[in-house]
């Protein structure tokens, strides 16, 4: 009996045992489905707010509606977890079922979403709250942790940054007697430095008997520079004398028994060393060497040498100064200019402030080119210019300008100008690019003050904006020349005062018949007048006077014998422009007598370091021979060729410039090489049947000794003018076009 009851108490026992394992797996086992539980929780609560901001953000029907089912879809999934998580004697609890929506309901059965007011659709949300605040909690973060990086990287608080007071001289050096004891009436504390280690490559300058050095003079000294050095020799020298000048004062105002006088004797130990390092230091100031700056000049004051002038304000000089640059980074290149204005672009003077202007155009001199960007007409801003007194100290060169100044004799065998105020430049390489002046009209010239004071010669920017405001205020306004400046300006007021009465007085059959032939000449005549231009043509200006009305009667004669009167507010003369070789013909050099201008090679050099370029320049071309070209990119290419061979360069004049002109809104002309209307004309166009015009696009190639010299596009826009650069040049016949126009 004792054993089976044995037996059965270890039964029970282990039955025990085998329970408390149960139910510790159990336990186990309710645990995790508990964490899965909490995991899914926070899954669901994730997937709502994700569903909601959908649905907010969103607002259709549809994501509404899916919202909704996936709500229910991970409630129920919670209810399972529940179900699982629960112990295995509870019951199941009751699948949740969502209450019915309550509200107004449309005629689908749908509710329909409450009315939210316009105030509540701007009312700060929960979210916004949060938000708010976790921007304030950063802020203030921010703002600790700059303020702990002031303690403990700086070592100061705010209120304690305070400058540091000045620190003593140099360790070596004598501090001055200002600050010494003695002034004040204390005595002289006597105080010995330690011994020291004489060092053989610093000059040491000390006193026998010195105050003690601070603590903060035995930190490490910086480096000085030579500069520094010598300002602080400067100031030591300076106050030695205050000293003497007080101790001298002082010892005569009371007696001797009062100040006893301690005896100190400077010890200076020259090293070779310094002075040999200082010597390396120090650049060159050898004058072979025009890189090397010297001492700023007095405000407005020219140097009195340049290694580069350039006579002229135009393109010529500008671009010419940007080739000098470029070949010579540290060159200083000075421009005397006689106008008050900064180099500019004169084309959109009669084009593009014209046409794409606006109210500013007047005073800030800017236009809206086609592609949206604004643009003015100077070539560089102020700022790009070196002041002139600065020129000569600059570390690596510039380039200056000085505005209002005259050239008026060059000496090429002295390198020197002369200046109309007296003053005189040396110069290294000089460039004359004195551009043209306006023809005037003997007519205009022999009339009355009041004729004049309504005749603006047009060349420049203050000629546009003359002509501008006028033009605002004015119901006619004649214009005398039929070259490219007086048809484009007719056809740019036409354009933008379309109201206005335009003139034209040409002496030809039509414009532009010094280059144009009969038949495209007489054609842009009658293309001129469908926009409204009265085209005077064959005329020619016989007197001006005033008239009763208050405009001006302008008397025509033809070729004919006809005469008649014209009635307008303004004249404008172009017709054309004269060299400026005044400054030539006073320096000796050789003027062309055919084509006007100053003599130059086919490097632009007139004489020895003395060339020339742009308007005033007559040079040999190596395709067309003698010319002179009026146009602005030729006073671009001939300033950029004579900057280089300013600088060394040996290269001839081959590039052929071209230009464009509109003066309707049908006859656009781009051309190169020499455009003559002399010259004989093979021409190629292409008519357009429906508008009737047999001029819509078209080639003229012009012709001399059997090669073509110059080639005019017709509203022909892209590479067509570099093929005509290549004709050109090649020589070519214009018998092979005229077989490739026969097939």
Same mark, same amino acid.
């Given at each position: 009996?004792?054993?089976? +009851?044995?037996?059965?108490?270890?039964?029970?026992?282990?039955?025990?045992?085998?329970?408390?394992?149960?139910? &510790?797996?159990?336990?186990?086992?309710?645990?995790?489905?508990?964490?899965?539980?909490?995991?899914?929780?926070?899954?669901?609560?994730? &997937?709502?707010?994700?569903?909601?901001?959908?649905?907010?953000?969103?607002?259709?029907?549809?994501?509404?509606?899916?919202? &909704?089912?996936?709500?229910?879809?991970?409630?129920?999934?919670?209810?399972?977890?529940?179900?699982?998580?629960?112990?295995? *004697?509870?019951?199941?609890?009751?699948? *949740?079922?969502?209450?019915? +929506?309550?509200?107004?309901?449309?005629?689908?059965?749908? &509710?329909?979403?409450?009315?939210?007011?316009? =105030?509540?659709?701007?009312?700060?949300?929960? =979210? =916004?709250?949060?938000?708010?605040?976790?921007a304030f909690v950063g802020v203030a973060l921010t703002v600790i942790a700059v303020y702990c990086s002031l303690i403990v990287v700086v070592g100061r608080t705010p209120s304690t940054m305070k400058p540091r007071p000045h620190t003593s001289p140099r360790p070596g050096i004598r501090r001055s007697t200002l600050f010494n004891d003695e002034k004040h009436g204390h005595g002289e504390q006597e105080g010995t430095h330690g011994k020291k280690k004489e060092q053989s490559n610093k000059d040491i300058v000390h006193e026998k008997k010195e105050e003690p050095k601070p603590v903060e003079e035995k930190k490490e000294e910086k480096v000085k520079t030579i500069e520094e050095k010598k300002e602080e020799e400067k100031i030591e020298k300076k106050e030695e004398k205050v000293e003497k000048e007080e101790k001298s004062a002082e010892e005569e105002s009371q007696p001797e028994s009062l100040h006893p006088v301690v005896e100190k004797k400077l010890v200076i130990v020259p090293v070779e060393v310094e002075k040999t390092h200082i010597e390396e230091s120090v650049p060159s100031t050898s004058s072979d060497d025009s890189s090397i700056p010297s001492e700023s000049l007095p405000v407005g004051q020219l140097p009195e040498s340049v290694p580069y002038l350039l006579v002229g304000g135009g393109t010529a000089s500008y671009y010419a100064a940007l080739v000098i640059r470029a070949r010579d980074p540290n060159a200083r290149v000075l421009i005397i200019s006689d106008e008050s204005h900064l180099p500019y672009n004169r084309p959109p003077l009669s084009k593009e402030l014209w046409w794409y202007g606006s109210d500013r155009s007047r005073e800030h001199l800017e236009y809206k080119a086609p592609s949206g960007r604004t643009r003015d007409v100077f070539q560089e801003a102020e700022g790009f210019f070196v002041p002139v007194h600065q020129l000569p100290s600059t570390a690596h060169g510039g380039v200056s300008i000085a505005t209002n100044k005259r050239v008026i004799r060059v000496d090429a065998q002295e390198s020197k100008a002369y200046l109309d105020d007296g003053t005189t430049i040396r110069f290294d390489n000089c460039l004359l690019a004195t551009g043209g002046t306006p023809r005037c009209l003997p007519q205009l010239e022999n009339s009355n003050e009041d004729v004049k004071k309504r005749v603006i010669y047009y060349r420049g920017v203050d000629d546009y904006r003359r002509l501008e405001e006028e033009a605002s205020k004015s119901s006619s306004i004649t214009i005398i020349g039929g070259g490219f400046l007086g048809s484009e300006l007719a056809y740019s007021i036409k354009r933008k005062y379309d109201k206005m009465e335009v003139n034209q007085i040409i002496p030809d059959h039509g414009p532009l018949s010094s280059i144009l032939p009969e038949y495209l000449s007489r054609h842009a005549n009658e293309e001129m007048k469908k926009i409204g231009i009265n085209v005077h043509s064959s005329s020619l200006l016989s007197s001006a006077h005033s008239s009763p009305s208050g405009n001006l009667s302008l008397s025509l004669k033809d070729k004919e014998g006809g005469k008649k009167e014209v009635q307008t507010d303004l004249i404008v003369v172009a017709i054309g422009i004269q060299p400026n070789v005044e400054v030539a013909k006073a320096s000796g050099f050789e003027i062309d007598a055919v084509n006007g201008g100053i003599m130059a090679d086919g490097e632009l050099r007139v004489s020895g370091k003395v060339f020339a370029a742009g308007d005033a320049c007559s040079y040999y071309d190596e395709s067309l021979g003698r010319r002179r070209n009026g146009h602005w990119e030729n006073a671009q290419i001939s300033g950029r060729l004579a900057g280089e061979n300013m600088t060394g360069g040996k290269t001839s004049f081959w590039y052929q410039p071209s230009f464009f002109t509109k003066i309707a809104p049908t006859l656009l002309l781009n051309a190169v090489g020499d455009i003559n209307s002399q010259h004989e004309t093979v021409s190629v166009y292409r008519a357009n049947t429906e508008s009737g015009d047999k001029y819509e696009r078209g080639i003229v190639f012009y012709v001399k000794d059997e090669k073509i010299v110059g080639v005019l596009l017709v509203n022909l826009i892209g590479a067509g003018i570099d093929v005509a650069r290549r004709l050109i040049k090649d020589g070519k016949s214009v018998n092979d076009f005229k077989e490739i126009f026969a097939r």
């Amino acid at each position: 009996m004792e054993r089976v +009851a044995g037996q059965s108490r270890k039964t029970d026992e282990h039955v025990r045992i085998r329970d408390k394992e149960s139910m &510790v797996s159990w336990s186990f086992i309710h645990c995790h489905i508990s964490l899965s539980h909490f995991m899914l929780t926070v899954f669901e609560s994730i &997937v709502l707010s994700g569903f909601t901001m959908l649905s907010r953000l969103f607002s259709r029907r549809g994501a509404t509606r899916s919202s &909704v089912a996936a709500l229910i879809a991970v409630r129920q999934l919670r209810t399972t977890t529940a179900v699982l998580g629960g112990h295995h *004697h509870d019951e199941a609890p009751p699948p *949740h079922i969502p209450r019915p +929506a309550s509200g107004e309901r449309n005629w689908f059965g749908e &509710v329909k979403p409450p009315r939210i007011s316009e =105030d509540a659709k701007y009312k700060p949300g929960k =979210d =916004d709250i949060y938000s708010y605040i976790g921007a304030f909690v950063g802020v203030a973060l921010t703002v600790i942790a700059v303020y702990c990086s002031l303690i403990v990287v700086v070592g100061r608080t705010p209120s304690t940054m305070k400058p540091r007071p000045h620190t003593s001289p140099r360790p070596g050096i004598r501090r001055s007697t200002l600050f010494n004891d003695e002034k004040h009436g204390h005595g002289e504390q006597e105080g010995t430095h330690g011994k020291k280690k004489e060092q053989s490559n610093k000059d040491i300058v000390h006193e026998k008997k010195e105050e003690p050095k601070p603590v903060e003079e035995k930190k490490e000294e910086k480096v000085k520079t030579i500069e520094e050095k010598k300002e602080e020799e400067k100031i030591e020298k300076k106050e030695e004398k205050v000293e003497k000048e007080e101790k001298s004062a002082e010892e005569e105002s009371q007696p001797e028994s009062l100040h006893p006088v301690v005896e100190k004797k400077l010890v200076i130990v020259p090293v070779e060393v310094e002075k040999t390092h200082i010597e390396e230091s120090v650049p060159s100031t050898s004058s072979d060497d025009s890189s090397i700056p010297s001492e700023s000049l007095p405000v407005g004051q020219l140097p009195e040498s340049v290694p580069y002038l350039l006579v002229g304000g135009g393109t010529a000089s500008y671009y010419a100064a940007l080739v000098i640059r470029a070949r010579d980074p540290n060159a200083r290149v000075l421009i005397i200019s006689d106008e008050s204005h900064l180099p500019y672009n004169r084309p959109p003077l009669s084009k593009e402030l014209w046409w794409y202007g606006s109210d500013r155009s007047r005073e800030h001199l800017e236009y809206k080119a086609p592609s949206g960007r604004t643009r003015d007409v100077f070539q560089e801003a102020e700022g790009f210019f070196v002041p002139v007194h600065q020129l000569p100290s600059t570390a690596h060169g510039g380039v200056s300008i000085a505005t209002n100044k005259r050239v008026i004799r060059v000496d090429a065998q002295e390198s020197k100008a002369y200046l109309d105020d007296g003053t005189t430049i040396r110069f290294d390489n000089c460039l004359l690019a004195t551009g043209g002046t306006p023809r005037c009209l003997p007519q205009l010239e022999n009339s009355n003050e009041d004729v004049k004071k309504r005749v603006i010669y047009y060349r420049g920017v203050d000629d546009y904006r003359r002509l501008e405001e006028e033009a605002s205020k004015s119901s006619s306004i004649t214009i005398i020349g039929g070259g490219f400046l007086g048809s484009e300006l007719a056809y740019s007021i036409k354009r933008k005062y379309d109201k206005m009465e335009v003139n034209q007085i040409i002496p030809d059959h039509g414009p532009l018949s010094s280059i144009l032939p009969e038949y495209l000449s007489r054609h842009a005549n009658e293309e001129m007048k469908k926009i409204g231009i009265n085209v005077h043509s064959s005329s020619l200006l016989s007197s001006a006077h005033s008239s009763p009305s208050g405009n001006l009667s302008l008397s025509l004669k033809d070729k004919e014998g006809g005469k008649k009167e014209v009635q307008t507010d303004l004249i404008v003369v172009a017709i054309g422009i004269q060299p400026n070789v005044e400054v030539a013909k006073a320096s000796g050099f050789e003027i062309d007598a055919v084509n006007g201008g100053i003599m130059a090679d086919g490097e632009l050099r007139v004489s020895g370091k003395v060339f020339a370029a742009g308007d005033a320049c007559s040079y040999y071309d190596e395709s067309l021979g003698r010319r002179r070209n009026g146009h602005w990119e030729n006073a671009q290419i001939s300033g950029r060729l004579a900057g280089e061979n300013m600088t060394g360069g040996k290269t001839s004049f081959w590039y052929q410039p071209s230009f464009f002109t509109k003066i309707a809104p049908t006859l656009l002309l781009n051309a190169v090489g020499d455009i003559n209307s002399q010259h004989e004309t093979v021409s190629v166009y292409r008519a357009n049947t429906e508008s009737g015009d047999k001029y819509e696009r078209g080639i003229v190639f012009y012709v001399k000794d059997e090669k073509i010299v110059g080639v005019l596009l017709v509203n022909l826009i892209g590479a067509g003018i570099d093929v005509a650069r290549r004709l050109i040049k090649d020589g070519k016949s214009v018998n092979d076009f005229k077989e490739i126009f026969a097939r």
